[in-house]
């Protein structure tokens, strides 16, 4: 049960990890810019603050927080997260969130799946250590990250050889004592899910398992490219993985993004804040260091 609740937790972070529609590529991140963390300054800031983007899981050995990391953290008086990392800490918080990830009218995978579909998820689940008897209730976007090669991974060993950056950033928050914010919360991200067609879910969840059958590897190769602070080949990764997502970049990834911009801009003045966001916000003509840009702001790589 405890791995459930963590790992739907993560489904939350993690529900927007892919491509981005194209706009203007004024403001994008060139490939000489490729870099994990941003500095934030000019309008009206004082201060500048600091963007880094996170891989949500990672094996220990893996885990890196460079220099200039380090020091950016230690210069800002508050944190902020896709959502509040506190909140989702709270089980009394967590616990209503979790029921809302059920599919609603008694609606079962079965209903959604054909035999032979259900047969290969049913084998996949098996494979991570969670019977899908447990989870034919729960919306398929959800075990889509439950069944990730990440979890899998985390499955197949000691688990406290995989880490989150979540969790380990908002430990170094707690250890300065310093606020800890959400750029959204977790009930918006949870409405996204009732946005899109419990059908249409599930056939994203059969494509997700499908290409992991036939493109093993492909969380490895993602780490590699994360440790190498490859933005645009993060970016390439995901373009090539979109195809899934049914047309619902626009929800799942852009419409967010956008709505970051301002609530940044507020805390931004308020005090120094270091922002962590999955590094797939970060990158593209849509992504947070794009948008920065556009409305102002003189956002610059650190390595």
């Given amino acids: 049960m405890q791995k459930i609740c963590f790992s739907l937790f993560l489904a939350l972070l993690a529900v927007a990890a892919w491509a981005q529609p194209a706009s203007s590529a004024q403001y994008a991140p ?13 309008k009206e800031l004082k201060e500048p603050s600091y963007l880094f983007g996170t891989i949500h899981m990672i094996g220990k050995e893996d885990f890196f927080l460079t220099d200039a990391t380090k020091a950016s953290f230690g210069k800002a008086q508050q944190v902020a997260f896709e959502i509040d990392m506190e909140d989702m800490m ?15 009218n008694d609606t079962t995978l079965s209903d959604l ?9 049913e084998a996949h689940f098996e494979e991570v250590g969670l019977p899908l008897m447990f989870l034919e209730r729960i919306k398929p976007m959800f075990l889509s990250a439950l069944g990730g090669e990440d979890m899998i991974s985390m499955g197949s060993g000691d688990d406290s050889q995989v ?8 430990q170094m928050a707690q250890q300065r004592k310093l606020p800890i914010e959400g750029l959204e919360t977790a009930e918006y991200q949870m409405s ?6 419990y059908t249409v879910q599930a056939k994203m969840l059969v494509e997700t398992i499908k290409s992991e059958k036939t493109d093993s590897g492909q969380f490895a190769k993602m780490v590699e490219l994360y440790k190498n ?3 645009q080949g993060m970016q390439g990764m995901m373009e ?8 619902y970049e626009d929800l799942l990834l852009v419409r967010r993004n ?13 005090k120094p804040t270091f922002f962590a966001v999955g590094a797939g916000h970060l990158g593209g003509d849509e992504g947070v260091v794009a948008l920065l840009r556009e409305a102002g702001y003189v956002v610059k790589p650190l390595r």
């Fill in 30 to 42: 060139t490939a000489e810019e490729n870099a994990l963390l941003w500095e934030i300054s000019g």
């Fill in 90 to 104: 709270d089980f009394t918080k967590l616990m209503p969130l979790m029921m809302k990830a059920f599919m609603a």
């Fill in 113 to 121: 799946l054909s035999e032979e579909d259900y047969k290969l998820v």
């Fill in 163 to 170: 880490v989150s950056y979540e969790m380990e950033l908002m």
């Fill in 192 to 197: 996204m899910f009732d946005s899109i067609p």
């Fill in 229 to 231: 602070q490859d933005l």
């Fill in 240 to 247: 090539d993985e979109s195809s899934g997502i049914g047309g």
């Fill in 258 to 270: 956008r709505n970051w911009i301002p609530v940044m801009g507020e805390m931004m003045v308020a």
